[in-house]
């Protein structure tokens, strides 16, 4: 990698609590002219040492995506290079090789971000089998609905992070998510985290009228929470699979106690384990070009008519590359 930019709205869209689509997709026409500019500068390379363009696709917002893949299929045209559209989750599960060589498989990966929390077994380039997910809030968009209900600001991770290390994880008990199967039992491995954010709604409601909210403690017991649950099913899941390696990528694995605490179950495991550079554990170009690179290696490359999707599991991601454009 000789270059990366990121031209980050957070602090735009935190007068929102989150989000705006809208919004995002303008953010993105206006900052991508200059970003592309200042890349290539600090590169210090020119067009004619460029292979391929390359942008998400799919999954994501459709704005936000529309405005990327024009601009990248338009460049591409422009110069005569290779396009390719490359799935945003394989471009997180592509984000630990910017620090580490991933082995050839299989591993496992645990994916968690704000849109997505999932276990994803990996055999090979390109060939992923999804092992368990949430069925509900994803744990990144557990951290900004909690954040918000304690009035933390947004983005939710990095705001609790901070909060909660004064706090004491052990002061309120909230709910783990167990999920019921239909034939009984419970799945060892899927996640839940719409209980806890409501149990911290109902804490926080029987605290109410007694002082100032103990937000260090609630925040604290939250996050200990959501750890607990990830690396605990992370780690049995591996286990389970005859796996060795744990991969950990997505916004979420920028958590320092999530970092510590699969650190201590992985040693004790044996398994090895990967996480993502903090500084590419949220969304970037980075990722996008890693996985860009592992493709186009393997002789892919995507048709100049291939659109975008809000939509489109990891498992399909060989559909981006198609001789048919799959939207």
């Known amino acids: 990698m000789l270059a990366s930019r990121v031209a980050s709205q957070a ?13 995002a997709s303008r953010r993105h026409v206006e900052a991508l002219p200059l970003l592309i500019e200042q ?4 590169a210090g ?18 704005g936000a995506l529309l405005v990327g893949v024009t601009t990248a299929k338009t460049l591409a045209l422009l110069h005569h290079k ?19 060589p991933l082995p050839p498989g299989p591993f496992l990966v645990l994916l968690v971000s704000g849109g997505h929390t999932m276990l994803v077994r990996v055999d090979g380039p390109g060939r992923y089998r ?50 019921r199967r239909p034939g009984g039992g419970f799945d060892p491995y899927g996640f839940s985290f719409s209980g806890l954010k409501t149990a911290v709604l ?5 605290l109410e009228g007694e002082g100032p909210l103990p937000l260090a ?3 604290a017991s939250f996050e200990a929470v959501v750890v ?29 106690r999530l970092r510590g605490e699969l650190d201590r179950r992985c040693r004790d495991q044996g398994l090895r384990l990967l996480v993502a550079p903090l500084e590419y554990c949220g969304d970037n170009a980075a990722m996008i070009g890693v996985a860009a690179c592992e493709r186009l290696v393997a002789g892919a490359a995507s048709g100049l008519e291939l659109g975008v999707s809000s939509r489109l599991s990891l498992e399909h991601a060989e559909l981006l590359y198609g001789a048919e454009a799959p939207f």
């Open 82 to 100: 290779t396009f390719l559209g490359v799935h945003h989750l394989e471009g997180h599960l592509c984000s630990a090789q910017l620090e580490n």
């Open 202 to 206: 109902r804490q926080v409601q029987a």
């Open 39 to 42: 890349a290539f500068a600090a």
């Open 217 to 219: 403690d609630l925040a």
């Open 130 to 179: 999804q092992l368990a997910s949430s069925v509900d809030d994803a744990a990144g968009e557990a951290f900004d609905k909690v954040a918000r209900l304690l009035g933390l600001g947004y983005p939710g991770g990095p705001a609790i992070q901070a909060v909660a290390s004064r706090g004491d994880p052990q002061r309120f008990s909230f709910p783990r998510g167990r999920l």
């Open 228 to 256: 607990e649950v990830l690396a605990q099913r992370s780690c049995r899941c591996a286990a389970d699979q005859g796996l060795d390696t744990l991969v950990v990528v997505g916004g979420v694995a920028a958590n320092l």
């Open 11 to 23: 602090e735009e869209h935190a007068h929102y609590g989150g989000v705006v689509p809208e919004l």
């Open 45 to 62: 390379v020119g067009w004619e040492e460029i292979d391929a363009v390359a942008a998400t696709a799919a999954p994501g917002l459709v």
